[in-house]
């Protein structure tokens, strides 16, 4: 049997102004899927923090590059590929932050992945700097932790 | 109403070919086109013609097949705003659509098949490049000087 996956693509020039129009595409294809709107909210924000960071870091403000948005709905799960051609970096130099030491900063933004990282189920990077940079994202329709589990919990 | 457009901008979406994705297709066209610097009725016309054309690529030329893709293009620069819209489906003859007869369409109580003539009711100019089941293109344009008038 074929396995269902139906594919979306969205690309757009890396300009912040068109960070909206990602959001609702990215918004529109997880509701029409079966996401609830708190999700598909989750979703939204996820894929808009990474193309931030492609905007302000991979491309650094250059405005005339490329954001593809690749999305691609299975079964169980939701895809989400951001990418870009920019300058690349190296996942494993995040660290996750000191939310007091950055609290007492007053520092502004870099949280990106870290947010990201709370509102997927998985994220991965694939990095060729100047080459071709994949943020990858997914999303389960049901929490893993319920649907391998033969009882919900009741509350 | 001024508008500081760059030189030229492009946007490109892909979808399944299914009804429900013409909503998304809708949302991407309008808002690109009031980003562009249309006002809302010229955009809400944009969006009408697009979605007439992507209706009709999804009921003839893939016959309601929802395996299929349907490609859309945005190119903007200084003076023009056009969308071209790619399917890998059947095609059809444009020669052979004719411009209705209003009185006799509503005589008979149609529905639909009136998508092409709207479209060129809608927008500046519509034209098609169809080579069946490889690649048909509907490309539409909408000019800004309407909006400097």
Known sequence: ????SKKYKLKVSSDSSNLELIRKFVFDVATKSGFSIEDANKIELAVDEACS??????????EKETIEIDVNVQEDRIIVKVKDKGKGFNPQSIQPPDMVEYLKQYKMGGLGIHIIKSLMDEIDFKI?????NEVIMVKFFQPRSEKSGKRKTTK | MITLRKKRETFQLKVP????????????IYRTAIKAGFDSECASRI???VDEACSNVIKHAYQMKTDNFI???????????????IDQGKGFNPEKIELP???????ELRVGGLGIYLMKTLMDEVEYDIIPGKKNIVRMVKYFYALEE
């Open chain 1, 1 to 4: 049997m074929k396995r269902y």
């Open chain 1, 53 to 62: 960071n492609v905007v302000k870091h991979a491309y650094r403000g250059e």
């Open chain 1, 128 to 132: 060729k700097p100047g080459i071709k």
């Open chain 2, 17 to 28: 070919s299914e009804t429900k994705n013409l909503e998304i297709i809708r949302s991407f």
């Open chain 2, 47 to 49: 969006e009408l013609s």
């Open chain 2, 71 to 85: 490609e859309i293009n945005i190119s903007i620069d200084k003076e023009k705003f056009v969308v071209t819209i």
């Open chain 2, 101 to 107: 007869d209003m009185m006799e369409y509503l005589a």
